[in-house]
C-alpha cells in the first residue's frame, strides 16, 4: 500500500516499509495539514457569504431608489445613515481597503464572479482534503496492521518462553 500525491514537490512513499513512529509522524502530519484545509474553508466560506450578500444587496437597488434613506454598512455590525444619490452607481469594496464605483451591472457581474472564484478555491482545498484524509486513513491501516503484529509476535515470545520453562 503506498500514500502517491500528485502535488509538486512530493513523492510516493511505501507506508508499510516505514515504522510505527515513522507512521505516527506522518500521520501527524497529515492531521495537521487537514487541520489547516478546514481553516482555510471556514475562511473561504465567510468571504464567500459576504460576496454572496453584497451582491444580493446590490441587486435589491433600483432606479426607484434614487434620494431614499437607507443604513450604510461601515462594519459587519456598525451602520450609518444615509441617502442614495445615484441608484445607478455603487461603490463596492474590492478587498485591502480599496473601493470602486461601478454601474449596478458591473458590480453584479463583479460579486458573481467573486463568489464562483471562492466557490472554486473551496473545491480545490475540499478535493485536497479528501485526498489527504484518505492517506490519514490508509496510514491508520497499517498503524494498526503494525500493532496487531507486534501484539503477535509478543504472544508468541511469551507462549515459546513459557514452554521452555517448563520443560
Given at each position: 500500500?503506498s500514500?502517491?500525491?500528485?502535488h509538486?514537490?512530493?513523492?510516493?512513499?511505501?507506508?508499510?516499509k516505514l515504522?510505527l513512529?515513522?507512521?505516527?509522524?506522518?500521520k501527524?502530519?497529515?492531521?495537521?495539514?487537514?487541520s489547516?484545509?478546514?481553516?482555510?474553508?471556514?475562511?473561504?466560506?465567510?468571504?464567500?457569504?459576504r460576496?454572496?450578500?453584497?451582491?444580493?444587496?446590490?441587486?435589491?437597488?433600483?432606479?426607484?431608489?434614487?434620494?431614499?434613506?437607507i443604513?450604510?454598512?461601515?462594519?459587519g455590525?456598525?451602520?450609518?445613515?444615509?441617502k442614495?444619490?445615484?441608484?445607478?452607481?455603487?461603490?463596492?469594496?474590492?478587498?485591502?481597503?480599496?473601493?470602486?464605483?461601478?454601474?449596478?451591472?458591473?458590480?453584479?457581474?463583479?460579486?458573481?464572479?467573486?463568489?464562483?472564484f471562492?466557490?472554486?478555491?473551496?473545491?480545490?482545498?475540499?478535493a485536497?482534503?479528501?485526498?489527504?484524509?484518505s492517506?490519514?486513513d490508509?496510514?491508520?491501516e497499517?498503524?494498526?496492521?503494525?500493532?496487531?503484529?507486534?501484539?503477535?509476535?509478543?504472544?508468541?515470545?511469551?507462549?515459546?518462553?513459557?514452554?521452555?520453562?517448563?520443560?
Amino acid at each position: 500500500m503506498s500514500a502517491k500525491e500528485n502535488h509538486e514537490g512530493m513523492q510516493e512513499i511505501d507506508i508499510t516499509k516505514l515504522n510505527l513512529q515513522q507512521l505516527s509522524q506522518l500521520k501527524q502530519r497529515l492531521e495537521q495539514e487537514l487541520s489547516m484545509y478546514q481553516n482555510s474553508l471556514q475562511s473561504l466560506k465567510v468571504a464567500q457569504t459576504r460576496y454572496q450578500n453584497s451582491k444580493e444587496s446590490i441587486e435589491k437597488i433600483t432606479p426607484e431608489c434614487n434620494g431614499k434613506e437607507i443604513l450604510v454598512p461601515l462594519t459587519g455590525s456598525i451602520y450609518v445613515p444615509g441617502k442614495i444619490a445615484d441608484a445607478n452607481s455603487v461603490i463596492i469594496d474590492i478587498g485591502t481597503g480599496y473601493y470602486v464605483q461601478k454601474d449596478l451591472d458591473s458590480a453584479k457581474e463583479y460579486m458573481k464572479r467573486r463568489v464562483q472564484f471562492v466557490t472554486e478555491q473551496m473545491e480545490k482545498i475540499q478535493a485536497m482534503g479528501q485526498e489527504k484524509s484518505s492517506i490519514r486513513d490508509a496510514v491508520m491501516e497499517v498503524m494498526d496492521g503494525k500493532i496487531q503484529q507486534e501484539i503477535g509476535l509478543q504472544k508468541a515470545a511469551l507462549a515459546k518462553a513459557a514452554a521452555a520453562g517448563k520443560a
